[in-house]
């Protein structure tokens, strides 16, 4: 008897998991402050997947603009972020608040078990990313960070042929070019330039708006293996837009037996999210999302369609899917892992511009 109750347990917790996987997940949105949040809603409009059932931000004004543009009932919004968990208890949380605030929502989507998704970079500071990390461990919550370069078949190709298949011997050197004409320039909206232009609430200037893809990327390619030391310039080169922060920003990441070069910029005449990775015996450069140039041994170069991504690994809603529903855990460059050392390789690049000095990376 006691096993035809087990074995009928087991059947109907069967039968609610694949319920619940067939029922769009329910996602609340954490700030509005953040630019990326409209793509968000945008790439949600096409998706019957997930459905947004309650949107954070203090500012009214900013329910009001995405209220309109996206046809949100008045009810989802909320100006308190623990009165929103607690009502619509959301099965995860998407954040797109200034990355100052990135511990605050941490903390109190931890303290209710409520896996996180923020942009990227993860934090403005260390304290900040041991804020994160900790709440996280504490309650066992998954964190992910979003960069949009997570998402390019480019640079899935490019690892599968280094890492995994081995075919060109290691890797030596490392250049990451990330960056557009400016935030003014682009004409992002005014809360969100506001809060990049400001050295406490972004971190830094173009130094973190896009030196966190570089250092995301080079962490990924190194097996998140910790660099001995950071040496980074900045400047500003137009103090006229942007008075209290960096808008050129050049970093030197140094390895036991490889470098990197990060160039973030907010001054290229046209935006570019490209990597190239130099190893013993071959190249490989990502140009953009769907394109791949490989030198390998004894071949000439050539130009490369990557394949496409697995179904989870596309864009960053269906890996939120596939983490919160138990089919994968936060790996590679959307790992908390991954981008604790980001942070470190940032805050040390900025001390090291501010010093003129190159900063070690201490051993743990």
């Known amino acids: 008897m006691k096993m035809r109750i087990l074995i009928g347990f087991m059947l109907c917790a069967t039968i609610a998991s694949a319920q619940d996987e067939d029922k769009p997940l329910r996602v609340a949105i954490a700030g509005l402050a953040h630019g990326h949040v409209d793509g968000f809603f945008r790439q949600l409009q096409k998706r019957k997947d997930v459905e947004v059932v309650g949107v954070f931000d203090p500012d009214p004004a900013l329910h009001k603009k995405y209220g309109e543009l996206y046809g949100i009932s008045t009810e989802v919004f909320f100006t308190d972020l623990g009165a929103m968990l607690d009502k619509v208890k959301p099965e995860a949380v998407a954040t797109f608040t200034n990355t100052f605030d990135h511990p605050v929502i941490v903390e109190a989507c931890a303290a209710r078990k409520i896996p996180v998704m923020m942009e990227k970079p993860l934090a403005v500071s260390m304290d900040h990313a041991r804020a994160i990390q900790n709440a ?111 808008d050129e920003a050049t970093v030197l990441v140094e390895y036991p037996h490889a470098q990197g070069i990060i160039q973030g910029s907010w001054n290229w005449p046209f935006s570019r999210k490209d990597f190239d990775v130099y190893t013993e015996r071959g190249y490989a450069g990502a140009i953009g999302g769907n394109t791949l140039r490989v030198h390998l041994p004894g071949q000439p170069e050539e130009s490369r369609a990557p394949a496409e991504l697995a179904p989870d690994e596309r864009d960053s809603v269906s890996y939120l899917i596939a983490v919160v529903r138990g089919r994968r855990k936060p790996a590679g460059l959307s790992s908390l892992e991954n981008n604790m050392i980001v942070t470190e390789i940032l805050t040390a690049a900025r001390e090291s511009a501010r010093t003129g000095k190159s900063i070690p990376i201490a051993a743990k």
């Not at 964190?143 to 949009?148: L, R």
């Not at 960056?179 to 990049?196: A, C, R, Y």
């Open 136 to 246: 996280a461990a504490r309650n066992g919550i998954p964190v992910i960070v979003n960069y949009e370069t997570t998402w390019y078949r480019s640079h899935a190709e490019m690892h599968n042929l280094i890492k995994d298949q081995k075919a060109m011997g290691d890797i030596r050197k490392m250049v990451a070019m990330d960056g557009h004409q400016g935030p003014k320039e682009i004409h992002v909206p005014p809360e969100f330039f506001n809060w990049l232009s400001d050295p406490i609430k972004d971190g830094a200037g173009a130094l973190f708006d896009f030196g966190c893809y570089g250092a995301n990327l080079m962490t990924w390619m190194m097996d998140n293996q910790r660099p001995l030391r950071v040496t980074a310039m900045t400047q500003q080169l137009k103090p006229e837009i942007y008075p209290r922060v960096d």
